[in-house]
T-cell receptor, first 114, second 115 residues
Framework: DAGVIQSPRHEVTEMGQEVTLRCKPI?????LFWYRQTMMRGLELLIY????????DSGMPEDRFSAKMPNASFSTLKIQPSEPRDSAVYFC????????????FGPGTRLTVL | AQTVTQSQPEMSVQEAETVTLSCTYD???????LFWYKQPPSRQMILVIR??????QNATENRFSVNFQKAAKSFSLKISDSQLGDAAMYFC????????????FGKGTHLIIQP
C-alpha cells in the first residue's frame, strides 16, 4: 500500500494567490482528516469527512479555507486568497472503519505564503 | 472541549537510558482514547502507542510503555533503552470515544538522544 499521498510536498506562493492542496487516502479508508501544524499553534484539526461527507469543519479558520471530497479517493483543501499567516505544514490523514482504528498520516505539504 | 498539555518542551537522555515524557489532558468524557505519536525530522507522523480509557492495563509496545492514570488524567510515555533513532518530536493526542473523530494534540516534546 502506498499510504496516504499528498501533493505537492512543498508549495511557495504569493499573498493573494489561490492554493490547492491534494490528498489521496488509503484505499478502503472511509474517514479523512485535514490538520495544520504551526510552531505557534501546534497540530490542529481543520476538518474531517466520513464517507465523503464533511462532518466537522469547526476547525477551519476562515471562509478563505474550503475542503472537498468528491469521491472516496480524493480530497482537496483550498485557500483563497492565501495570506502569510497561512504558512504551515498541512497534513492529511485517513482511517478505516471502527472507531479505534489508527489514523495514518500523509507526509504533509509545507506551504509558504510570501 | 478537550485539551492536552505537554509540559516539557524539550527532554534530553543518554543513549541506552530511560526517559519519561509527560502528558496531561482535560475531559469530561469517560470514553476516549489516548495516543503517542512520533514525528522525526522527516515530518512523518508515526503512531507509537495507544491506550483505551476503559482499559486499566497500561499499553506496551516493545521499548515503549505508558503510565495511564485515569483519575489524574495523566498519560506519560516511557522509552527504555533509548536509541539514536528515537530522537524526534513526540506528541500526545486525545480522541473522543464517540462522536467527534479527530485528534486533539499537545504541543509536543522534543526528545534529544545524547550518544
Amino acid at each position: 500500500d502506498a499510504g496516504v499521498i499528498q501533493s505537492p510536498r512543498h508549495e511557495v506562493t504569493e499573498m493573494g494567490q489561490e492554493v490547492t492542496l491534494r490528498c489521496k487516502p488509503i484505499s478502503g479508508h472511509n474517514s479523512l482528516f485535514w490538520y495544520r501544524q504551526t510552531m505557534m499553534r501546534g497540530l490542529e484539526l481543520l476538518i474531517y469527512f466520513n464517507n465523503n461527507v464533511p462532518i466537522d469543519d469547526s476547525g477551519m479558520p476562515e471562509d478563505r479555507f474550503s475542503a472537498k471530497m468528491p469521491n472516496a479517493s480524493f480530497s482537496t483543501l483550498k485557500i483563497q486568497p492565501s495570506e502569510p499567516r497561512d504558512s504551515a505544514v498541512y497534513f492529511c490523514a485517513s482511517r478505516g472503519q471502527g472507531r479505534y482504528n489508527e489514523q495514518f498520516f500523509g507526509p504533509g505539504t509545507r506551504l509558504t505564503v510570501l | 472541549a478537550q485539551t492536552v498539555t505537554q509540559s516539557q518542551p524539550e527532554m534530553s537522555v543518554q543513549e541506552a537510558e530511560t526517559v519519561t515524557l509527560s502528558c496531561t489532558y482535560d475531559t469530561s468524557e469517560s470514553d476516549y482514547y489516548l495516543f503517542w505519536y512520533k514525528q522525526p525530522p522527516s515530518r512523518q507522523m508515526i503512531l507509537v502507542i495507544r491506550q483505551e480509557a476503559y482499559k486499566q492495563q497500561n499499553a506496551t509496545e516493545n521499548r515503549f510503555s505508558v503510565n495511564f492514570q485515569k483519575a489524574a488524567k495523566s498519560f506519560s510515555l516511557k522509552i527504555s533503552d533509548s536509541q539514536l533513532g528515537d530522537a524526534a518530536m513526540y506528541f500526545c493526542a486525545y480522541k473522543s470515544g464517540g462522536g467527534a473523530d479527530g485528534l486533539t494534540f499537545g504541543k509536543g516534546t522534543h526528545l534529544i538522544i545524547q550518544p
